[in-house]
Protein backbone atom coordinates (compact mmCIF):
# COMPACT_ATOMS: atom_id res chain seq x y z
CA UNK A 1 0.00 0.00 0.00
CA UNK A 2 1.47 3.37 -0.62
CA UNK A 3 1.79 5.65 1.77
CA UNK A 4 -0.20 8.72 0.11
CA UNK A 5 1.03 11.30 3.61
CA UNK A 6 4.32 10.42 2.26
CA UNK A 7 4.21 10.87 -1.14
CA UNK A 8 1.76 14.31 -0.60
CA UNK A 9 4.70 15.93 1.48
CA UNK A 10 7.29 14.89 -1.15
CA UNK A 11 5.35 16.32 -3.92
CA UNK A 12 4.98 19.29 -1.67
CA UNK A 13 8.12 19.70 -1.46
CA UNK A 14 9.24 19.54 -4.72
CA UNK A 15 6.96 21.60 -5.99
CA UNK A 16 8.03 24.30 -3.17
CA UNK A 17 11.86 24.12 -4.50
CA UNK A 18 10.36 23.99 -8.06
CA UNK A 19 8.67 27.70 -8.28
CA UNK A 20 10.10 29.38 -4.57
CA UNK A 21 14.32 28.39 -5.34
CA UNK A 22 16.64 29.22 -2.57
CA UNK A 23 18.57 31.60 -2.05
CA UNK A 24 21.80 30.96 -3.92
CA UNK A 25 24.08 33.24 -1.25
CA UNK A 26 25.43 31.95 2.29
CA UNK A 27 25.87 35.11 5.06
CA UNK A 28 28.24 34.48 8.10
CA UNK A 29 27.67 37.10 10.98
CA UNK A 30 30.88 38.29 12.71
CA UNK A 31 32.18 41.21 14.36
CA UNK A 32 35.66 43.21 12.46
CA UNK A 33 38.59 42.67 14.71
CA UNK A 34 41.50 44.07 12.87
CA UNK A 35 41.75 45.83 9.68
CA UNK A 36 44.54 44.90 7.56
CA UNK A 37 43.97 46.93 4.75
CA UNK A 38 40.82 48.57 2.73
CA UNK A 39 39.76 45.53 1.36
CA UNK A 40 41.44 42.50 3.78
CA UNK A 41 40.44 42.16 7.49
CA UNK A 42 40.04 39.59 10.38
CA UNK A 43 36.11 38.95 11.24
CA UNK A 44 35.52 36.68 14.48
CA UNK A 45 32.74 34.64 12.74
CA UNK A 46 29.75 34.19 15.08
CA UNK A 47 28.37 30.31 14.52
CA UNK A 48 31.85 28.46 14.15
CA UNK A 49 33.67 31.07 17.02
CA UNK A 50 36.84 31.34 14.46
CA UNK A 51 38.44 33.96 13.29
CA UNK A 52 39.13 34.55 9.50
CA UNK A 53 40.75 36.69 7.46
CA UNK A 54 38.64 38.12 5.21
CA UNK A 55 38.47 39.60 1.62
CA UNK A 56 36.25 41.73 0.00
CA UNK A 57 35.51 39.79 -3.57
CA UNK A 58 35.15 41.34 -6.96
CA UNK A 59 36.80 44.62 -6.14
CA UNK A 60 40.99 45.93 -6.19
CA UNK A 61 41.67 47.99 -3.71
CA UNK A 62 45.36 49.54 -4.10
CA UNK A 63 48.42 47.93 -2.73
CA UNK A 64 51.63 49.78 -2.02
CA UNK A 65 54.24 46.95 -2.32
CA UNK A 66 55.06 45.93 -4.32
CA UNK A 67 55.81 48.68 -6.51
CA UNK A 68 54.39 47.00 -9.63
CA UNK A 69 51.22 47.23 -7.92
CA UNK A 70 51.21 51.05 -8.34
CA UNK A 71 51.75 50.64 -11.74
CA UNK A 72 48.60 48.88 -12.47
CA UNK A 73 46.84 51.95 -11.18
CA UNK A 74 48.70 54.13 -13.57
CA UNK A 75 47.32 52.08 -16.94
CA UNK A 76 43.85 52.38 -15.30
CA UNK A 77 44.30 55.73 -15.70
CA UNK A 78 44.91 57.18 -12.25
CA UNK A 79 47.36 60.36 -12.86
CA UNK A 80 50.53 59.55 -10.31
CA UNK A 81 51.49 56.88 -7.74
CA UNK A 82 50.69 60.06 -4.88
CA UNK A 83 47.44 59.51 -5.77
CA UNK A 84 47.64 56.27 -5.44
CA UNK A 85 49.48 56.31 -2.19
CA UNK A 86 47.13 59.02 -0.86
CA UNK A 87 43.42 57.44 -1.52
CA UNK A 88 45.09 54.04 -0.20
CA UNK A 89 45.63 55.64 2.93
CA UNK A 90 42.63 57.94 3.03
CA UNK A 91 40.73 54.67 2.19
CA UNK A 92 42.03 52.38 4.91
CA UNK A 93 41.30 55.13 7.41
CA UNK A 94 37.24 55.16 6.44
CA UNK A 95 37.39 51.24 6.24
CA UNK A 96 38.75 51.18 9.90
CA UNK A 97 36.25 53.52 10.84
CA UNK A 98 32.81 51.98 9.30
CA UNK A 99 34.32 48.28 10.50
CA UNK A 100 36.73 47.83 13.40
CA UNK A 101 34.95 46.67 15.93
CA UNK A 102 31.43 46.14 14.58
CA UNK A 103 29.47 43.83 13.56
CA UNK A 104 29.18 42.78 9.17
CA UNK A 105 27.81 40.41 7.02
CA UNK A 106 29.67 38.74 4.83
CA UNK A 107 27.64 37.44 1.85
CA UNK A 108 29.21 34.67 0.00
CA UNK A 109 27.80 33.43 -3.40
CA UNK A 110 29.89 30.13 -3.02
CA UNK A 111 30.35 28.90 0.39
CA UNK A 112 33.65 28.98 2.30
CA UNK A 113 35.36 30.26 -0.88
CA UNK A 114 38.96 31.44 -0.31
CA UNK A 115 41.58 33.19 -2.31
CA UNK A 116 45.19 31.45 -2.90
CA UNK A 117 46.20 32.94 0.11
CA UNK A 118 43.57 31.36 2.08
CA UNK A 119 41.62 34.50 2.61
CA UNK A 120 37.71 34.07 3.23
CA UNK A 121 35.82 36.08 0.18
CA UNK A 122 32.97 37.54 0.48
CA UNK A 123 30.96 40.43 -0.14
CA UNK A 124 30.45 42.54 2.82
CA UNK A 125 27.46 44.18 4.50
CA UNK A 126 27.35 46.94 7.24
CA UNK A 127 23.16 46.40 7.68
CA UNK A 128 20.31 45.19 4.88
CA UNK A 129 21.86 48.19 2.58
CA UNK A 130 25.10 49.34 2.83
CA UNK A 131 27.38 47.24 0.88
CA UNK A 132 31.60 47.95 1.72
CA UNK A 133 32.48 46.67 -1.47
CA UNK A 134 29.61 48.71 -4.24
CA UNK A 135 30.66 51.66 -1.65
CA UNK A 136 34.41 51.62 -2.24
CA UNK A 137 34.01 51.84 -5.74
CA UNK A 138 31.25 54.43 -6.25
CA UNK A 139 33.70 56.53 -3.79
CA UNK A 140 36.85 55.90 -5.87
CA UNK A 141 38.88 53.86 -3.87
CA UNK A 142 39.13 50.47 -5.54
CA UNK A 143 37.54 48.99 -9.02
CA UNK A 144 35.88 46.03 -10.27
CA UNK A 145 37.85 42.83 -9.93
CA UNK A 146 37.72 39.68 -12.06
CA UNK A 147 33.55 39.77 -11.81
CA UNK A 148 30.95 41.73 -13.75
CA UNK A 149 29.07 42.30 -9.94
CA UNK A 150 30.08 45.82 -9.58
CA UNK A 151 31.03 47.02 -13.26
CA UNK A 152 27.99 48.96 -13.53
CA UNK A 153 29.13 51.59 -10.61
CA UNK A 154 32.42 52.11 -11.68
CA UNK A 155 32.50 55.50 -13.15
CA UNK A 156 35.98 56.45 -12.80
CA UNK A 157 35.09 59.22 -10.13
CA UNK A 158 35.66 59.56 -6.64
CA UNK A 159 38.76 59.67 -4.73
CA UNK A 160 41.71 58.09 -7.47
CA UNK A 161 39.96 59.81 -10.61
CA UNK A 162 39.36 63.22 -9.26
CA UNK A 163 42.78 64.30 -8.62
Not at 134 to 160: F, H
Amino acid sequence: MIDITGFAIMLFNFLITLFFPQPSYFVLEGNVTYVYDGDTFEVFIYNTSTYEKVRLKCIDFPDLYPSYRLEKWLKAGVNNKSVVKQCYYKGNEIVKHLVLHKKVYIIEDKPWERDKYGRLLGYVMLNQSFDLNKWLIVEGYAMPYYCDTYKIYYKKEGCLWNS
